[in-house]
């Protein structure tokens, strides 16, 4: 069993920060791409930024220069620090995790958390 929690979520002012976090606990063996996942009310989810062992993160376009995505792989924990916040950053953020169970899993199998709430006041 694998769980993927975030934390860090909150109310905010335009212009402020915060840090997200989500850890991965459980039965796991590897964790290949790490990502960070957005849905606004009303909007499709969209991936806000993405961590893979070995390459450069990417990110979208909305949130260059403000966001950077980092992880802690002895934790197995990705973060989010999100920097000049605006209204529109306002939704439910989760990670996703690339994950193999076992040494003799074939492949890497997604998976999610529940989300965080992040709320940015004009």
């Known amino acids: 069993q694998v769980q993927l929690v975030e934390s860090g979520g909150g109310l905010v002012q335009a212009g402020g920060s915060l840090r997200l976090s989500c850890a991965a606990s459980g039965s796991i063996f590897s964790i290949s791409g790490m990502s960070w996942y957005r849905q606004a009310p009303g909007k499709q989810r969209e991936v806000v930024a993405t961590g893979t062992s070995g390459r450069n993160p990417t990110y979208a376009d909305s949130v260059k220069g403000r966001f950077t995505i980092s992880r802690d792989n002895a934790k197995n924990t990705v973060y989010l620090q999100m920097n000049s916040l605006k209204p529109e950053d306002t939704a439910v953020y989760s990670c996703?995790?690339?994950?193999?169970?076992?040494?003799?899993?074939?492949?890497?199998?997604?998976?999610w958390g529940r989300g965080t709430q992040v709320t940015v006041s004009s």
């Open positions: 996703n995790a690339q994950i193999k169970q076992y040494y003799s899993s074939k492949y890497y199998v997604d998976y």
